[in-house]
Structures are given as structure tokens and as C-alpha cells.
């Protein structure tokens, strides 16, 4: 270890550019610099403050609208299943999502699925099913694997027939 501690603050001395240098070296700012300051810093805080409200708000529109896509589903199979796979648009263009179940009492994906395209505004705690597939047991919900379409999911070509 060496004796030396870490350099002071005034090492540098005349070396640093100005906006490096303290306080105590520059001497005392303006009111006009301390305004302008002020005044950066507030609008930082600012946005910062309203780029987190729009984000609590935009992912608490994104939970209802995935519990409403849960209900739609069971409502629409009329099973009551717990374990749903809902995919969903991470980029955040579209409100369209694809909710993957059994159809018969099982684990995840350990029977045949059941796939439906939602889409639209929530309403009466439901969303409007568009389309959908049906998906063999314990494969993933790829297009290869896709079978008796329906609705628009044929129109849009998301299986491979």
C-alpha cells in the first residue's frame, strides 16, 4: 500500500478547464448564472417527474388491459384456468395480444391450446377476440405449429396454411 492518499481537490490547480475547477477557485457565481442553474434543474425535475407519471399510467392501462384479456378468454372457452400465457407487444405499438390456454385440465401446455388474438378497448371488463389457433401439446405457440385457424388470424396469415 502506498503512503501517498488520494490527491486533493486543488492537485490539479490551474490544469483543470474551468467548468472543473471549484467553487472556492472560481469565486462566487453570478445571480444570473445561479438563476440559469436554478432554472435547468427545475426543468430536469420536471420532466423526469411527468416522464414517471406517464409511465405509471401507461403500464397501469397495460395491467387492466391484460386482466381483462384473461377474462375474455375464460369467458370465452368457458374454463375457469388460471395458468394462461398472454404475449404481448413489447415495443408498445399495438394493443393487440394472444392468449394461450388448455383446453382440457392439465398443466401449461401439457394438453392442446387453445390461442386467441385480442384486440380493441376494454369493455365491460373484456376485449374483443379476433381470431385464433389451436396449438399441439408441449410445443411452444410457434407459426409452424399452428393449426385450424380462425377469424382473422387466416386473414393476417398467422398460420402457416
Known amino acids: 500500500m502506498s503512503a501517498a492518499g488520494p490527491p486533493s481537490g486543488h492537485a490539479l490547480g490551474g490544469r483543470a478547464p474551468g467548468w472543473l475547477r471549484s467553487?472556492?477557485?472560481?469565486?462566487?457565481?453570478?445571480?444570473?448564472?445561479?438563476?440559469?442553474?436554478?432554472?435547468?434543474?427545475?426543468?430536469?425535475?420536471?420532466?423526469?417527474?411527468?416522464?414517471?407519471?406517464?409511465?405509471?399510467?401507461?403500464?397501469?392501462?397495460?395491467?387492466?388491459?391484460?386482466?381483462?384479456?384473461?377474462?375474455?378468454?375464460?369467458?370465452?372457452?368457458?374454463?375457469?384456468?388460471?395458468?394462461?400465457?398472454?404475449?404481448?407487444?413489447?415495443?408498445?405499438?399495438?394493443?393487440?395480444?394472444?392468449?394461450?390456454?388448455?383446453?382440457?385440465p392439465g398443466g401449461l401446455k401439457e394438453r392442446v391450446q387453445l390461442c386467441l388474438v385480442i384486440t380493441g378497448p376494454v369493455r365491460g371488463g373484456r376485449r374483443h377476440v379476433s381470431g385464433g389457433w389451436y396449438v399441439p401439446p408441449r410445443l411452444e405457440d410457434e407459426r409452424r405449429y399452428r393449426y385450424a385457424c380462425f377469424g382473422a388470424a387466416v386473414a393476417e396469415g398467422l398460420c402457416p396454411r
Open 23 to 104: 467553487r472556492v477557485a472560481q469565486g462566487p457565481a453570478s445571480p444570473g448564472a445561479r438563476l440559469a442553474e436554478t432554472l435547468l434543474l427545475l426543468l430536469a425535475g420536471l420532466l423526469l417527474a411527468t416522464a414517471t407519471v406517464n409511465d405509471v399510467v401507461r403500464q397501469t392501462h397495460v395491467n387492466h388491459r391484460l386482466d381483462a384479456d384473461k377474462r375474455t378468454w375464460r369467458a370465452y372457452t368457458g374454463h375457469p384456468y388460471k395458468n394462461l400465457s398472454v404475449s404481448q407487444d413489447v415495443r408498445g405499438l399495438s394493443t393487440r395480444e394472444i392468449v394461450c390456454g388448455n383446453t382440457s
